[in-house]
């Protein structure tokens, strides 16, 4: 599949001139975010690398409605955010702790569909017993559900969560480094399972990361932000054709010249 | 509030189970859980408690060499306790203290469990009522007794004034410190998910507490018990505390023994009864903590 076909249509989300500033303990004002414009298509993956401080967490938060601008206007679906949107979801990083570890695997993705966006959560026990195996099975989970997370490695309860996201059916998914804290080889199964849920569920994503490489293979469209809070450094398509492979997409020349443009950019 | 006397709900005595990397074999664990939770209490305390008879083995051979009137006998201690038990007065003044414990504690915990709760998540309420606990939390329960005498007599309203001033604290703090402890994390999942205030409450910040709640509940029981004694040898009308008043005066050492040893295994009981149940409630944190 490529990226020029119709997937991308209309601005789904969007940021005009959206900055953020803190105060800080010591009483001094922090730019965490100079003032940016961003258009994330409907249905694209759009993935946000930049340095630690560079303020792509904060942006991510600004678009969940966890915390509102300093300067500017957010934009979901042509509406203003103000406050957590309903239409979208966030895996945060600390999967162990996003997740409710007093419930099991299974109640924590009924969780998900019992605060469902625009479907009536209802249905019987058994109707939603099976929407919990389809989902938990989405995942590469099935057979799980009665398990606690507290039992399941770190991979696997961000997979969890990941399927608690999608139970409750979201239009944008927001993901704040979710694979950080996953080792090397279940992070690459992590991301091919990432774009096959985005390419199914015809989801739009922001996807922030440190991770270069993570960026380049998993999104169509690479921010590069700058170091403090500078703002847009760099705004590149990802020209690689779906699917991709994990070994071949990694050699592709497009891909190691993006990836030393962007490094150059970041380390430069 | 500072919360430094609270016990976090993670206590010392842990066995560590590592947690699965992988999705391995499903340990042995059946889902009846709960049901075993009694005898692991004992299995795991074994060794434990073969000190505890050696002790006692000690003190009865002791005894066997040189008979020492006032240090007593295991043996004689075992023989005056049962006829306390069986004839004399030991079981219903146990029983008499039990009940009006058993009323403050009742009141107690849900009480103690709601204030805590709501200061730990509404900040009008700690604002309200911050300093009246500090105050009265760090006011010795005993201190107050002889205030209780004199506005509430020396019946049962007293003394379940006493129990219930006793046993309120450990929960109420215990209850504040487990609704502090929703991590931004889970405040922030229940944002995104657009959870409601009473659903936040309900669930997410109420089962992060549940653990230090039982907690509380337990020291809270372990407080009651102290007051149980000293109650009963302020007041001077009866119960446990008066029974072991009485023992002591009329110096007799076995029956003072036998009174003490019974409100020591009354209070193992109810302790292990706590853990017990902390441990069935709390399942889900078993995978790195134990009772």
């Not at chain 1, 497009?254 to 150059?264: A, I, K, M």
Request: aromatic residues 8%; glycine residues 8%; neutral net charge.
């Amino acid at each position: 599949m490529s990226i020029s076909t119709a997937r991308i249509t209309t601005a789904e989300l969007a940021f005009r001139g959206v900055g953020k500033d803190y105060v800080s303990l010591r009483g001094e004002a922090v730019r965490a975010l100079s003032p940016i414009d961003l258009d994330v298509a409907s249905e694209s993956f759009v993935a946000i690398v930049g340095r630690s401080g560079c303020g792509k967490s904060t942006l991510l938060r600004l678009a969940a409605g966890l915390e509102s601008p300093s300067s500017g206007d957010i934009e979901l679906g042509g509406e203003p955010v103000e406050g957590p949107p309903d239409a979208v979801r966030y895996v945060f990083q600390n999967y162990s702790e996003s997740l409710l570890p007093w419930r099991t695997v299974g109640d924590n993705v009924r969780f998900g569909l019992r605060h469902a966006y625009a479907r009536e959560s209802g249905g019987s026990r058994r109707e939603q017993q099976e929407l919990v195996e389809h989902y938990l099975g989405e995942v590469g989970l099935a057979g799980v559900a009665s398990r606690y997370p507290g039992e399941l490695s770190g991979g696997m309860q961000q997979r969890v969560a990941i399927a608690r996201a999608l139970a409750s059916g979201p239009r944008v998914l927001l993901l704040d480094e979710p694979f950080s804290a996953v080792d090397a080889l279940s992070r690459a199964n992590l991301q091919d399972l990432i774009v096959r849920i985005w390419e199914q569920h015809r989801l739009t994503i922001l996807f922030v990361t440190h991770d270069i490489d993570e960026a380049l293979y998993l999104a169509d469209r690479v921010v590069v932000l700058g170091a403090s809070g500078a703002g847009i450094e760099r705004d590149v398509v990802v020209p690689l054709d779906r699917p991709r492979d994990q070994v071949a997409a990694r050699e592709h020349p497009d891909y190691l010249q993006l990836r030393r443009e962007v490094l150059e950019l970041l380390l430069g | 509030m500072t919360v430094t006397t609270s016990t976090r709900p993670t206590e010392v005595d842990e066995e560590f189970e590592t947690a699965p990397e992988e999705l391995a074999p499903r340990p042995a664990r059946p889902a009846s859980r709960g049901r075993r939770a009694t005898p692991a209490f004992f299995r795991s305390r074994a060794w434990g408690w073969v000190v505890v008879l050696a002790l006692l083995a000690a003190w009865q051979i002791s005894a066997w060499v040189k008979y020492v009137p006032t240090v007593s006998s295991p043996e004689r201690v075992g023989i005056e306790w049962w006829e306390a038990i069986t004839q004399g007065g030991l079981l219903l003044a146990l029983l008499d203290t039990l009940r009006t414990m058993a009323i403050g504690f009742a009141i107690a915990v849900p009480v103690g469990i709601a204030i805590g709760f709501l200061m730990g998540r509404v900040r009008v309420v700690w604002a309200t009522l911050e300093p009246l606990v500090e105050i009265l939390r760090l006011t010795p329960a005993t201190a107050v007794i002889p205030v209780f005498i004199l506005f509430l007599g020396i019946g049962d309203a007293m003394k379940i004034g006493v129990f219930l001033l006793a046993a309120i604290f450990p929960v109420l703090l215990n209850a504040y410190a487990g609704a502090r402890s929703v991590s931004q994390t889970q405040r922030e999942t229940a944002q995104t998910f657009r959870l409601g205030w009473w659903e936040t409450q309900w669930e997410v910040a109420l089962p992060a507490a549940i653990p230090f709640i039982l907690v509380g509940a337990r020291q809270a029981l372990g407080l009651s018990l102290v007051m149980a004694v000293v109650i009963g040898m302020l007041a001077g009308n009866g119960g446990i505390g008066y029974y072991i008043l009485m023992a002591q005066q009329a110096l007799d050492i076995p029956r003072l023994f036998a009174a003490v040893a019974t409100v020591a295994a009354v209070g193992y009981g109810f302790n292990a009864l706590f853990l017990v149940l902390e441990r069935r409630y709390t399942r889900w944190r078993r995978t790195d903590a134990h009772t």
